[in-house]
């Protein structure tokens, strides 16, 4: 059986729903071919300002605000310095003046309100459809043939094909267009049952801990669930005689934010995950008969949270162009060139700031320079960091390209200023600078952690 459609859409998450529901809403005929069965968990729980303004378009944001906690901006700890981003704080640049905020998400939710919201407009849904190869006509994409639950196979075509599988990235293997990126770092992860005590968190600011070559978050979501996790670099944990489970245990156990950032004895209610190897690219974006969208075009590295917001503006995009053609015709390959160079920009200036991030977990020198720049004169440069972080990834590039080279100056010129301590090969879990809660945090909770 075949069936045709405008745009064959692979995968149902934040990237393929929105490019559906934008596309369903101008009348296109749309199919989502989806792998799972939602709600399904996914991590990626904190967004950016940056993201509301496609909620607006897309219809979903007062379902969205209804279901999460509201996001005024991230906080660093880098020992026991606090490097705040607070939303408001942006320059002239920021394309989120208007709303200068975010939320924090549970993705089962999430992810199934911008999904319905696809089906809603009018997008053809289909839930436990795996796809399992391309149909590849005279050198383009035409289609695909995908399976579903019962093992009954179906053939999708239509005048473009968009991958929006995430690190699957099915067209990318297929045409062996996937590599990987200088950053090959590892996420272990899970969800608690706990109330938060770190201040920030309590307000529903995302707060991440510094360690040598890696960090942890803790956020607080919806119903007394709090999520936690570790990023660290593959190599490390190779070295690291435990398990993922093991390993995230004695993090929440041991690790200065995770201990007393929430409420002892905190309960496990997920199964600890990881992700292997994320950082991740695609030789190209964008051929004949297909495009990628999201994270099956490129990933990073979660520190900056930048994953959905990437995902919904690169769908956004896609949208518009598919959008700009004329009814029935082809797409040409050559139609998505500025697309694709935006998305290589927010890749090149995003890859700056993250390793200029990991620059700084290595090195006390710089992370004294950076929290010196919070309590300085420099307020130029702090608004257009909050710009950065926001989700105006590719603006600013002045002085993203300064923060990176400045970082790499700051490393050479004090290598021995290590933030590694000496003979300690369980240093993941201990910052340099034991953490000390906030002043205002009262006795009770303090001591409750302790």
Known sequence: MSI?????????????????????????????????HFPRYHIGESLLPATVSIFERLGVHDAIRKTSVL?????????????????????????FQRTPYSYLVDREV??????????????????????????????????????????NRAEYRGRLVIDATGLGAVIGRRLKLRQPTVNQRMGIYAQYRAEPIHRDAIDGWFVGQMFYDGWT?????PDDTISV?????????????????????????????????????????????????????????????????????????????SGVHVAMESATLVADLILQQPDGVVIPATAFRQYESKLRNHEKYVTRMVEAFYMASRNTTLQKV?????????????????????GDFSKNSAYITRVFLYS?????????????????????????VPFVPPANIEDREIRKAA
């Open 4 to 36: 045709e459609f405008d745009a064959v859409i692979l995968g149902g998450g934040p990237a393929g729903s929105t490019v559906a529901t934008l596309l369903a809403q101008a009348g296109k005929r749309v199919v989502v071919l989806e792998k799972e």
């Open 71 to 95: 996001k005024p901006g991230g906080k660093w700890l880098y020992g026991s310095h606090e490097v705040p981003g607070d939303f408001t704080r942006y320059d002239d640049q920021a394309s």
């Open 110 to 151: 999430f992810d199934k309100i911008l999904l319905d919201r696809s089906a809603e407009c009018g997008a053809d849904v289909r839930y436990g459809h795996e796809v399992v190869d391309l149909i590849q006509e005279t050198g383009r994409v035409t289609g695909v043939v995908a399976v579903d639950d019962v093992g």
């Open 217 to 221: 978050w803790l956020i607080n979501l």
């Open 229 to 305: 996790g570790v990023v660290l670099p593959v190599e490390r944990f190779r070295k690291i005689s435990s398990s993922p489970e093991e390993l995230l245990d004695r993090m929440v156990r041991e690790n200065d934010l995770l201990k007393n950032g929430m409420t002892p004895n905190p309960m496990r209610m997920s199964e600890v995950r990881v992700t292997g190897n994320m950082g991740n690219s695609s030789k190209q974006l964008a051929g004949e008969g297909w495009v990628m969208v999201g994270d099956a075009g490129f990933f990073i590295d979660p520190c900056y949270s």
């Open 370 to 390: 950076i929290v010196t720049m919070q309590d300085s004169f420099l307020k130029s440069m702090r608004r257009k960091f909050v710009t950065f972080v926001g």
């Open 408 to 432: 790499k100056f700051i490393s050479w010129l004090f290598p021995n200023n290590t933030t590694l301590p000496e003979n300690r090969p369980d240093y993941l879990v201990d910052p340099v």
